[in-house]
Nanobody
């Protein structure tokens, strides 16, 4: 199985920055894609950013130009650099990975989530 461990959340003032990290471990044959979702109280979970094994990246419109997703393949880690944070970014951020334990087997995995609070 694959485990995802997130870190980097916290409290930050509007306009500030945070960097989230998510490290994947366990039985990993390949990681097809990794990404970040977020869920605010009373709202549905939404995709924030994702990056594929080929380096293709997708951002939610609300974070384009402010957030940067990147990965370190050697560490099986994905990062989310969040700049110019807004109160609307407040949410629990979840790491997601589409990972395979073999070439013919893949599934989605989720981290526990890390709280990001943007407040003055």
């Amino acid at each position: 199985q694959v485990q995802l461990v997130e870190s980097g959340g916290g409290l930050v003032q509007p306009g500030g920055s945070l960097r989230l990290s998510c490290a994947a471990s366990g039985t990993i044959f390949s990681i097809n894609a990794m990404g970040w979702y977020r869920q605010a109280p009373g709202k549905q979970r939404e995709l924030v950013a994702a990056i594929t094994s080929g380096g293709r990246i997708n951002y939610a419109d609300s974070v384009k130009g402010r957030f940067i997703i990147s990965r370190d393949n050697a560490k099986n880690t994905v990062y989310l650099q969040m700049n110019s944070l807004k109160p609307e970014d407040t949410a629990v951020y979840y790491c997601n990975a589409d990972a395979g334990s073999a070439w013919y087997r893949s599934r989605n995995y989720w981290g526990q989530g890390t709280q990001v609070t943007v407040s003055s």
